[in-house]
C-alpha cells in the first residue's frame, strides 16, 4: 500500500476534512491528524527549493569567505562564485555541519563568475574562497 494511500486513508478514518493547503493553519487533536501534519510538513519541507547567499567586500575580505548551507539531502545543488580577482574555490560537505568534506576545487585565473552543480548526499554544503582581498560572492541552491 502506497504512502499516499495510507495517509488518505488515516485522514478518513480521522473524519477530517483536510486540505494540503491548510494543514498548517488547522490544530487537531487526534494522534492521527499530528501524525499527518507532521508527515505533509516534512514532505512540503523536502520538496522546496532552499538557497543561502553572501557577499563580501575587498576592503573587509581579511580572513576569505565562506558560506554554507542546510541542504537537509537535497539531490541537486548548484554552486555560483563571482570574484573580483583570481581566486581559488572549495566545495565541501557535511553530514553534521561540523565535520567537513573537501569535494570539489577549482580555480579562477583572472576576474570572472563560476558555477557548477552536483548530485548531493550530504546533509550540509559549503563554499569557501580562502584568496583575501578580493570582492567575493557566493550563492548555493539545492532542491530535490
Not at 490544530?27 to 527549493?49: M, Q, V
Not at 563568475?113 to 548526499?121: D, V
Request: hydrophobic residues 40%; negative net charge; proline residues 1%.
Amino acid at each position: 500500500m502506497t504512502k499516499k494511500i495510507v495517509i488518505t486513508k488515516a485522514v478518513q478514518e480521522a473524519g477530517l476534512d483536510v486540505k494540503l493547503s491548510e494543514v498548517d493553519k488547522k490544530l487537531y487533536d487526534t494522534d492521527e491528524a499530528k501524525t499527518i501534519t507532521a508527515i505533509l510538513k516534512e514532505l512540503r519541507d523536502k520538496l522546496t527549493n532552499v538557497s543561502a547567499y553572501g557577499s563580501i567586500a575587498s576592503g573587509d575580505n581579511t580572513a576569505g569567505f565562506s558560506v554554507s548551507l542546510e541542504v537537509a539531502h537535497r539531490s541537486h545543488v548548484e554552486v555560483w562564485v563571482k570574484a573580483s580577482d583570481a581566486c581559488d574555490i572549495k566545495v565541501y560537505g557535511s553530514r553534521n555541519g561540523t565535520d567537513w568534506r573537501l569535494v570539489d576545487s577549482a580555480s579562477l585565473s583572472a576576474a570572472g563568475e563560476w558555477h557548477k552543480g552536483y548530485l548531493n548526499g550530504y546533509a550540509y554544503v559549503k563554499v569557501e574562497v580562502p584568496t583575501t582581498g578580493i570582492d567575493v560572492e557566493i550563492e548555493i541552491t539545492a532542491n530535490p
